[in-house]
């Protein structure tokens, strides 16, 4: 499993944070520094993160019309979620040959990161803990951006795979893509890039997976 190192920690019940220098580009929506700060108040315990407030949203919906990004949404008791914001050094350099070699013929570099890490976070129903990650990817040119799903160790969940959902959804409702996997645990074998746990999608308006 790849996840990137972790140097930041702080509990994201904050509603947003004090550096931001990203403009990220989500099928078809350009997210601007402020705005981002502020969505960020939106990466949720539970597994999940959207760029617009989800207050009504309690329960994973795969059906739900937002920009939202699932990495594995279902109820867990998360007091501290770690993040990182990268914009220079060797972790860029790490994103740019990741990228490169999984998406061919592009030509990316990397100009931005943002990652999150749900480290042994226990679930609700007290039957084990997950660790999984997702790392948000930008470009030099602003036009081109990628999400990175990472999965560690993920216990079953002794809670109903109904009730969870790994994958994500355009505000459209257009672009969207869940993770077909008969249990969550399962996540950490599972690929759509040729290394076990990790899943890569491009989310610029020009690739989106239209399958659900």
């Known amino acids: 499993i ?25 099928f078809g929506a350009f997210f601007l520094c402020q705005q981002m700060s502020n969505s960020f108040g ?54 740019t040959v990741e990228i490169n070699s999984m998406f061919l013929g592009l030509y990316f570099s990397a100009s931005w990161l943002f990652i999150t890490t749900w480290v042994a976070v226990p ?3 007290n039957t084990g803990v997950a660790t999984f990650q997702m790392v948000l990817v930008g470009g030099e040119d602003d036009e081109l951006s990628f999400l990175l799903m990472n999965y560690g160790d993920i216990a079953p969940t002794g809670q109903p795979w ?3 959902f790994a994958g994500y959804r355009s505000e459209s409702g257009i672009y969207k893509y869940t993770i077909d996997e008969p249990n969550p645990s ?27």
């Open 2 to 26: 790849r996840l990137f190192s972790l140097i930041l920690n702080k509990d994201l019940k904050l509603n947003s944070f004090e550096f931001c220098w990203l403009h990220y580009y989500y």
């Open 42 to 95: 939106n990466i949720n315990e539970n597994g999940f993160q959207s760029f617009l407030p989800v207050s009504s949203w309690t329960n994973p919906d795969p059906y739900a019309n937002g920009d939202i990004i699932a990495t594995l949404w279902t109820s867990f008791n998360a007091d501290l979620i770690y993040y990182q914001q990268v914009t220079d050094g060797p972790l860029l350099a790490r994103a």
């Open 123 to 125: 679930y609700s129903s």
């Open 162 to 164: 109904l009730v969870s």
């Open 186 to 212: 399962d996540l950490s074998k599972s690929t759509n890039k040729g290394l076990p746990g990790q899943w890569a999608f491009r989310v610029d308006e020009e690739m989106g997976e239209f399958t659900i």
